[in-house]
């Protein structure tokens, strides 16, 4: 009897591994699809002849167009917008992009986003092999710099068409979130950094959706440069207990120990668009009233220093802390791999860019880390 029971668990062991083994061998023969369901819609998305073996889907929404009394405000989850085309790519959230004879306009303007902004910009982009090496794939999850005043999903030099092309080993998605006024506002009465609250709703709606595009949802890292590095930092420290991603990189950037927990800039912006003399709450009513081109407006007029950007994160302890010393020191930071660097002359674009100079100008050092900078044009070119 016991030899029975024994014979038939084992039987019905070999049975399931059977049936596992034939449904992955299906899947793996099915050609992946361009056609996947998602929380927010049922997107259709296009392989380009460029990158034959990529599937791309662009411009899929994750969020609730943050417009009206959403603006300045957590973001939203997307509502489900049933079937639709994602072959071409979104707005880009609201810039300020500088001086527009800097470097990066005169000579590399692929790294910048340069699509028509708007408001309604809460859109991903994902690119997955076609012809994965693996049942579901790791996924990079592209934080884009920019001081938190410009960047975006869409810089030409940051599409990643032809590295999965050749990789077919993983997935990449790069995102827009809303910026400088509109991402980290710093009103008193709605302390919170919108922008980084769009970061982290953007990867819980990949740990929803990524496994129907041939990703992987427990294998996704953060990748940020600049600013968002920082942004991929501070998400370490905002989510110590369910980082949902299981790595971090960063490059070109850090966050600072410490963080203001006030900016006068929000007031300062409502001077001179009409919301001058409220209360924080009806100040904040009236700055959402305001044309977001006209905000826009108000914001660059305001900032005398195109290199940085007035609205940036202000600690609300809960998406930025104040002392992240004290965060370490309680342990309250996602304990994952993280790797870290600096490129060799990377501060050199900060400095006053003259197109016909044959000389290097000073170097501007970054305290810490002088030794990184010096000059470039020939380089650039
Ligand atoms: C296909 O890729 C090329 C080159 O990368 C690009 O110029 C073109 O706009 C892409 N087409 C579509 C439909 O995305
Ligand atoms: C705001 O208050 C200041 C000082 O009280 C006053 O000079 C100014 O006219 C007021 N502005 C508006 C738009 O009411
Ligand atoms: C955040 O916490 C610090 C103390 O750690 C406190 O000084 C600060 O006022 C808090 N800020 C907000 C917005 O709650
Ligand atoms: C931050 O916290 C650390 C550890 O508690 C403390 O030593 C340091 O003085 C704090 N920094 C500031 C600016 O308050
Ligand atoms: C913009 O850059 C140019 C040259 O690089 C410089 O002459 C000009 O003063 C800058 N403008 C501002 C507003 O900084």
Redesign the pocket.
């Not at 592209?142 to 869409?154: I, L, M, T």
């Not at 919170?192 to 959706?209: H, K, Q, Y």
């Not at 900060?350 to 010096?374: K, M, N, V, Y």
């Given at each position: 009897m016991r030899a029975h029971v024994i014979a038939l668990s084992l039987l019905s062991a070999f049975t399931a591994d059977a049936a596992t083994v034939r449904e992955d061998s299906h899947e793996r023969a099915k050609p992946p699809g361009l056609t996947v369901k998602t929380t927010s819609g049922t997107f259709t998305g296009l392989v380009n002849s460029t990158t034959p073996n990529v599937r791309q889907w662009l411009g899929v929404p994750y969020g609730r167009p943050p417009l009206g009394s959403l603006r300045f405000m957590p973001p939203e989850k997307a509502p489900n917008y049933g079937a639709a085309d994602a072959k071409a790519y979104k707005p880009i959230c609201h810039q300020n992009s500088g001086n527009k004879s800097s470097l990066y306009w005169q000579l590399l303007p692929e790294y910048l986003n340069r699509d028509p902004e708007s408001e309604d910009c809460l859109y991903l982009n994902i690119w997955a092999p076609r012809q994965p090496r693996e049942k579901r794939v790791p996924v990079i999850i592209w934080v884009s710099g920019g001081g938190f005043k410009e960047g975006g999903g869409h810089a030409l030099y940051q599409v990643p068409d032809q590295w999965v092309q050749r990789m077919q080993t993983h997935i990449v998605v790069t995102f827009n979130f809303r910026l400088h006024i509109f991402g980290f506002p710093g009103s008193p009465a709605a302390s919170i950094n919108a922008g980084l609250m769009d970061l982290r709703l953007v990867v819980e709606w990949l740990r929803d959706n990524i496994a129907g595009f041939g990703g992987d949802p427990n294998r996704m890292i953060l990748y940020g440069q600049s600013s968002g590095n920082n942004m991929v930092l501070m998400y370490s420290y905002a989510h110590p207990k369910q980082p949902i991603v299981r790595g971090f990189i960063g490059t070109s950037g850090g966050t600072p120990?410490?963080n203001p927990t006030t900016s006068p800039n929000f007031h300062n912006v409502a001077q001179v668009v009409g919301c001058a003399n409220l209360t924080a709450a009806a100040e904040l009513a009236c700055m959402q009233t305001v044309d977001a081109p006209a905000l826009q407006q108000a914001v660059d007029t305001i900032n005398k220093d195109p290199n940085r950007g007035l609205f940036r994160p202000i600690a609300d302890n809960v998406t930025v802390f104040t002392?992240l010393?004290?965060r370490l020191?309680k342990g309250l930071v996602a304990k994952l791999p993280f790797i870290g660097g600096f490129m060799y002359n990377e501060p050199a674009v900060f400095l006053p860019f003259d197109p016909d100079a044959t000389t290097a100008p000073a170097p501007i050092p970054i305290p810490g880390i002088e030794g990184l900078t010096c000059a470039i044009k020939q380089e650039v070119e």
């Amino acid at each position: 009897m016991r030899a029975h029971v024994i014979a038939l668990s084992l039987l019905s062991a070999f049975t399931a591994d059977a049936a596992t083994v034939r449904e992955d061998s299906h899947e793996r023969a099915k050609p992946p699809g361009l056609t996947v369901k998602t929380t927010s819609g049922t997107f259709t998305g296009l392989v380009n002849s460029t990158t034959p073996n990529v599937r791309q889907w662009l411009g899929v929404p994750y969020g609730r167009p943050p417009l009206g009394s959403l603006r300045f405000m957590p973001p939203e989850k997307a509502p489900n917008y049933g079937a639709a085309d994602a072959k071409a790519y979104k707005p880009i959230c609201h810039q300020n992009s500088g001086n527009k004879s800097s470097l990066y306009w005169q000579l590399l303007p692929e790294y910048l986003n340069r699509d028509p902004e708007s408001e309604d910009c809460l859109y991903l982009n994902i690119w997955a092999p076609r012809q994965p090496r693996e049942k579901r794939v790791p996924v990079i999850i592209w934080v884009s710099g920019g001081g938190f005043k410009e960047g975006g999903g869409h810089a030409l030099y940051q599409v990643p068409d032809q590295w999965v092309q050749r990789m077919q080993t993983h997935i990449v998605v790069t995102f827009n979130f809303r910026l400088h006024i509109f991402g980290f506002p710093g009103s008193p009465a709605a302390s919170i950094n919108a922008g980084l609250m769009d970061l982290r709703l953007v990867v819980e709606w990949l740990r929803d959706n990524i496994a129907g595009f041939g990703g992987d949802p427990n294998r996704m890292i953060l990748y940020g440069q600049s600013s968002g590095n920082n942004m991929v930092l501070m998400y370490s420290y905002a989510h110590p207990k369910q980082p949902i991603v299981r790595g971090f990189i960063g490059t070109s950037g850090g966050t600072p120990a410490t963080n203001p927990t006030t900016s006068p800039n929000f007031h300062n912006v409502a001077q001179v668009v009409g919301c001058a003399n409220l209360t924080a709450a009806a100040e904040l009513a009236c700055m959402q009233t305001v044309d977001a081109p006209a905000l826009q407006q108000a914001v660059d007029t305001i900032n005398k220093d195109p290199n940085r950007g007035l609205f940036r994160p202000i600690a609300d302890n809960v998406t930025v802390f104040t002392n992240l010393t004290e965060r370490l020191e309680k342990g309250l930071v996602a304990k994952l791999p993280f790797i870290g660097g600096f490129m060799y002359n990377e501060p050199a674009v900060f400095l006053p860019f003259d197109p016909d100079a044959t000389t290097a100008p000073a170097p501007i050092p970054i305290p810490g880390i002088e030794g990184l900078t010096c000059a470039i044009k020939q380089e650039v070119e």
